[in-house]
């Protein structure tokens, strides 16, 4: 496809982009500011045929997209790309920026279930009230993981628990065999889940992962089970988690809910043995760098006429 006019959400972003880019590889496009915060002077939506989504705070953005009549390209800042899953049933591809926040999720995946585990949250609770209360907590060492999801992060996550002597189990959505060994089916998770000690949740949201842990999922868990969720809030029935977690028989550790933000008079705020960050997994210090890297990537692509990396298949 021949693409010419890339819209960026901000100057500072697309400045950032052009200073990775010799002129000569991106002569052939011309790099505009478009979103619903900063616009390019004397920019025609009409020219506009790529559009480089904000990474927080997408929605206005989004809702801009159908004023845009020869939009072709959407490129995303995230790996996950629900928000804008129906383009390309309307011939709009959309561009992940898959392998950006790899490392920084799978850290916080690792993070979330040491500190659940060994009360770091109830250390900083106690540590509030100067309150001095030792305990004897689970170690990761010895547990039984399961992690749903096989794919970068997925590995990533995996990569990171294995010098922790777990015993780690691997599912998604068939089973199969990889160079990583077996992965088992979603199908088999009734046989599997009473013997998980932790779960940690990757996968991405699709009609088949939306609600996949529901009552009956969390019921078969055996108590004291901690869930952690780096995916995507709506892979969880949060009714049905905040039923679990209000008797104390089990644990999480959230770092995305449904809904999100969390309002404050939600009642996951005060269920026991929840701990929750405000969906911060892939944003580190190391997120710019590496945003700024694909994204000139990209433009160096459009530019010469090649496809786009990270394209959805629909």
Known sequence: MSLTTIAFP????RDRVIAQIPAHQ???????????AERSAKLSRDDVDVVVLPYLGS?????????LPNLRLVITQTTGYDPVAHLPERGIEVATAS????????????????ASLR????????QVSRSWAHERYRSLQDRRVMVIGVGEIGAAIADRFAPFEVDLTRVASSARDDDRGHVHGVDELPQLLPHTEVVVLITPLTEGTHHL??????????DNALIVNVARGKVVDTEALVAELSTGRLHAALDVTD????????????????LITPHVGGDTSAFEPRVVKILADQV????DGEQPINLVRA
């Open 26 to 36: 991106r002569a052939n496009v011309d790099l505009v500011v478009l979103s619903d």
């Open 119 to 126: 009360g770091i949250d109830d250390a900083v609770r106690s």
């Open 300 to 303: 160096r692509r459009i530019n």
């Open 213 to 222: 842990v529901d009552a009956e999922f969390l019921g078969l868990l055996p």
């Open 59 to 67: 929605g206005p953005t989004i809702e801009m997209l159908d004023e």
């Open 10 to 13: 901000n100057s500072e972003l």
């Open 259 to 274: 809904p999100e933000p969390l309002p404050r008079n939600h009642p996951l705020w005060g269920t026991p043995n929840t």
């Open 99 to 114: 392998g950006v926040h790899t490392g920084g999720t799978a850290e916080l995946a690792l993070a979330l279930t040491l």
